[in-house]
């Protein structure tokens, strides 16, 4: 497989080594992932960090014996569970693909072999941490300030297509609305 893209989009995050890229290579995994396949169920152990090369996810929790929707990764994102990855615990959120992809996969053993045998990979480690973070947090300012409406053309900037991609239930659980609401809004957006 072509690891162009996962390298490239490292690389925006500090240096790396023509080793390290080597390194990267072996120790990561393609795989393609079928549309509705889960990569990981609430409670599971969270063992991998993907790169999503081509395809869109969904990650969900399960509260109240009902699904609920928490975010939605796409092309060129980092993917893993937050807080059972980097506690390498149980996950509190599970990955479900929502469109065929096609993923790079790295255990956290080998993410924290790199993290411990090389300060840049360490510097790269915490970019991405650091840009999922400021990323989360304008996300949450516009989702705290503005209306469903806003919300959803966001959504539609970040992830084009993807009201053709995902279930209406599923972004209308991610904005806490009804499925009735967000099938309104839709319409008024065509």
């Known amino acids: 497989m072509n690891y162009s893209t996962f390298i ?19 120790r990561s995994a393609d795989a393609r992932v079928m549309e509705k ?9 969270c ?13 969900f929790r399960i509260v109240n014996f009902k699904e609920e929707t928490t975010n939605f990764m796409g ?31 790295l255990s956290f053993y080998d993410w924290q072999a790199m993290c411990d045998e090389d300060p840049d990979f360490l510097k790269i480690s915490m970019n991405i941490c650091t840009g999922y973070l400021v990323n989360h947090y304008e996300q949450s300012h516009i989702y705290r300030t503005c209306k469903t409406q806003k919300k959803l053309e966001q959504l539609c900037i970040i992830y084009p297509g993807i009201l053709n991609r995902v ?11 009804s499925e009735q609401a967000i099938s309104g809004i839709i319409a008024s957006l065509k």
């Open 75 to 105: 092309e060129g994102d980092f993917m893993t569970c937050m807080h059972g990855f980097f506690k390498h615990g149980f996950a509190m959120d599970g990955l479900v693909c929502e469109q065929q992809a096609i993923v790079i996969k």
């Open 37 to 45: 396949e889960v990569l990981l169920t609430p409670g599971e152990t």
């Open 167 to 177: 279930a209406q239930k599923h972004i209308a659980s991610y904005f806490g609305v």
């Open 47 to 59: 063992k991998y960090v993907y790169f999503i090369k081509q395809g869109l996810f969904r990650s």
């Open 8 to 26: 490239e989009r490292l690389e925006k995050c500090g240096n790396l080594s023509e080793e390290r890229k080597a390194l990267l290579r072996d």
